[in-house]
């Protein structure tokens, strides 16, 4: 009997439904918000950072190495070109530095 | 193997769901919306004394908490179960809001019972229908709401249990009085 009684509610519940919901018209689209922008930040934060660092070395970018340099050094000769200046220092070696 | 092409169709609401939590799917949530719009606009029209505007306005709130919602729904959750619980506390929300209104509309005094006289009842549908809604109007909002999810939904217990947040017990005894109650009113409808 009870569970006569419990169909019969089910049963008049759906028949309930179905007429109250006869009549309802549901859009077919439902508009939602833009998309959360979280992904920017994935994409932002790294960009950033790479921009950062490029602009970073660039502005602090080290003086390139010079292979070839002249010292400017004046040593008096003689007209055989030797120096005459003769007091035991060895010229050729600091103009090689 | 990446899948290029999903048939939404044929994915299971929590699959759409996950997919909705973890890609913020736009088509997967349009099943979803395709799945339970009519259903949950017909949940609020019912529960909001017929009124079809709040029950549309209703409706699209509960999805647009289901998408802000997205990243509380957990994998292997029931999303029935889910989307029923939004769309009660919604309900619950508009009650309270409505408390005084509500207050006014319960003094009012209670319409004639049916069938006062005794000439032989009808015993079709439609008469057992119309007691059945006459009686439910008398009802109070949790009773009304109890009703709802277990005879017009065919909520499990345990479903009503999760919705409402109350053991599943305590739903059980309140079923079994309800559906007493419903039986006393409408014995002479069996």
Known sequence: MSNTFKSQLSASAARMREQSEKNISTPATIVIPQKHTRYWGWIATPAAAAVGLLIGLF???????????TVPVVIATDNSGHSIIDDGTDYSLLISL | MIALFVNYKSLSDGQLMER????????AFAELYRRYARLLQGFF?????????????????????????RWS??????FRTWIFTIAYNLCK??????????????????????AEDNTPLQ????????ALQQELSLLNEAQQMLFELRFTQELTVPEIA?????PEGTVKSRLNTLTNYLRLKLKDYE
């Open chain 1, 59 to 69: 502005i602090h970018r080290p003086a390139e190495p010079k292979d070839n340099f």
């Open chain 2, 20 to 27: 909705v939590r973890r890609k913020d799917d736009e088509k």
């Open chain 2, 45 to 69: 029209f019912r529960r909001l004394g017929g009124d079809e505007e709040k029950a549309l306005d209703h409706m699209q709130d509960t999805f647009l908490k289901v998408w802000s919602s």
């Open chain 2, 73 to 78: 729904y957990s994998d292997g959750q029931p």
């Open chain 2, 93 to 114: 929300n508009t009650y309270r809001q409505n408390r005084h209104e509500q207050a006014y509309l319960d003094s009012l005094p209670a319409e004639e019972p049916i």
């Open chain 2, 123 to 130: 015993l079709d549908a439609a008469t057992f229908d119309s």
């Open chain 2, 162 to 166: 999760a919705i409402i947040a109350i």
